[in-house]
């Protein structure tokens, strides 16, 4: 496979519907680390090592150095917003980086101003913006958007592109008939069919330009038969749901533990207070819905509860979000876990985190476009179900169960990425070491 892989050579333009603290971090962090002000923490492709072969062997490259990706400097970045502060402006509100980073890549950011987007306030209704645009149709506004995508590329030289959905939570929507066929889409756009969310707008325009998308919120967007017949026809790879950053980040690091251990759990409480636009948002019950979906899929699908009834059987999960200013980008969450043990003695566990949401979640968007720029390169098309890593409630195939313990993610992606450079998988058997052993004695 590895000689299939395209080469990263050119720009690699990363487009962002949604400018705000989520992707204005990543931007800045982008640029800060190009002139050596910071490092990319938190980011697999640049941080993360990979190991091949055999444990004698002693290989471990970083995964920068492993797998063919584009070089940092080689990235460029435009977006959409509904307010027309450039990414400067924006970072300054959204108030995660130290004013002194910012006035080190000011005219960087400033030099980056969001494209009109394509808005329907009855999806967020607690946003107003004017940066909008206008047409009679939902058809027309997917053109316009394909038309600042070809003009993107032109404009900045990028011999490839991939799209990050970086925007706010849109109310919470079910699948239905007009998400079941391309034909079927086409028609809901050109008929304006409310059922059509702006996201599942800007992933239209994305995959049928070949550009690949991946949704770091929870709606909907891409996984709709529509668009994935269309990411298979168009051969773009495409992935969700939501980065999985804070709090699920945690649960999907603790559960898989406790699962391990055939420890009990009997309730798992989950709040957070968060102050960020983001919160503002989720302040609304329908945006609030799409949230609550999914978060609450992780324990089950970790824990199993059909599986193992006398372990999870009674698991009683819930979540809040509450928003609350003071407190701004850094979410605190709190988890109140019930746990039971041999012969059924209870015990508990509290976590209280205190995490910078937008620190988490932009290395994320980061490995995301490097990953499926690789994977278009590489002839992978569809649902990127490898990047399940980064997604609290990842895409994944109608007749598989979604896999969201992080370990079992971290294991398929480096397999998958052994797997296209042609190298052996990893199965952690190892008792090969122990049979040589044997054989020499
Ligand atoms: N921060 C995290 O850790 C985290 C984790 C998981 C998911 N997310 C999701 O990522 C998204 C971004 O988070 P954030 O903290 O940056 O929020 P934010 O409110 O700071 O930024 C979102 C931006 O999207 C813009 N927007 C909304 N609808 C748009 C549209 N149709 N077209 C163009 N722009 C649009 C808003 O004006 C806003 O500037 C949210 O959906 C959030 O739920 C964030």
New binding site residues.
Partial sequence: MKEQILPAEGKLGILM?????????FIAGVEAVKKDLAQPIGSLTQMGSIRLGKRTENRYPKVKDFVPLAHLNDVVFG?????EDNVYK?AMH?KVLDKELLEAIKPELEAIK?MK????KS??QN?D?TNVKTAATKYELALQVMEDIRKFQEENNCSRLVMV??????KYIEETAVHSTIESFEEGLKNNNTLIA??MI?AYAAIKSGVPFAN????LTCDIPALIELAKETETPIGGK?????Q?LMKTILAPGLQARSLGVRGWFSTNILG???G???DHPDNFRT?EVSKLGVLEDILQPDINPELYGDLYHKIRINYYPPHG?N?ESWDNIDIFGWLGYSMQIKINFL?K??I??AP?VLDLALFLDLAKRAGMIGIQEWLSFYF?SPQHAPELRAEHDIFKQLMKLQNTLRHIMGEDLITHLGLDYYQELVDTL
Wanted: charged share 20%; with cysteine; net charge negative.
């Fill in positions: 519907p949604g400018l705000g603290a989520v992707a204005t971090t977006g959409w917003d509904v307010y924006a959204a969001p987007a394509v808005f329907d999806y967020i946003l913006g959905w970086c925007g706010s939570t849109e702006p996201s800007y770091g919120a929870p709606n939501d980065f999985k950053t804070g699920t960020n636009r983001d503002y948002v989720l949230k980008d979410k995490c949401d937008s988490l979640a994320i609290k």
